[in-house]
């Protein structure tokens, strides 16, 4: 299991690292689709939602910016693209970033990072992608995560992560 540490008082709350990913997802598309949120003309950096054989499946196009620092490194920030979102780190979790936006490329990132590693990915799964592009100024990716199906007592369908990845 990938686990990391959820901010105290975050609005992202799942200690494993998947379902944090499959959380800040699933945040970021609610606030995509909540008008007052995103004015027109809409905004939809997170594509592809779906849902099929146990697969949840994601494509992400998220506005960057990038600037070169005074050591000549370049810098990459996300700006919060998005009216009004209430969002928190929190304090003291694996991830830091103030927006959402930029909490879900961090994320991302760190996925990639686990599964370049052998040791944290036994199976050798290739289920997360992202990158900068700086020509549209764009991190583009992708997301596929393994799920289990569910129903909670009153009948509400549920789905959830399963870990492929090792902490």
Aim: aromatic share 8%; charged share 15%.
């Amino acid at each position: 299991m990938a686990a990391i540490t959820p901010g105290t008082g975050g609005t992202i709350k799942s200690a494993m690292l998947e379902a944090h990913l499959l959380e800040i997802i699933a945040f970021g598309k609610q606030q995509e689709s909540t008008p007052a949120r995103n004015p027109a003309p809409q905004k939809n950096y997170i594509q592809g939602y779906t849902l099929t054989d146990t697969l949840f499946r994601c494509n992400l196009s998220i506005p960057v910016n990038r600037v070169t620092n005074e050591n000549g490194e370049s810098v990459y920030t996300t700006p919060d693209y998005l009216s009004g979102v209430t969002f928190t780190p929190g304090s003291n979790g694996t991830f830091k970033s103030g927006n959402f936006a930029a909490y879900l490329i961090e994320v991302v990132l760190y996925a990639q990072e686990l599964e370049r590693d052998s040791t944290k990915n036994p199976s050798g799964a290739d289920r997360i992608n992202g990158n900068f592009d700086i020509n549209p100024n764009v991190f583009s990716g992708s997301v596929e995560l393994p799920i289990s199906p569910g129903v909670t007592s009153d009948g509400k369908p549920t789905f959830t992560a399963i870990s492929y990845l090792l902490t």
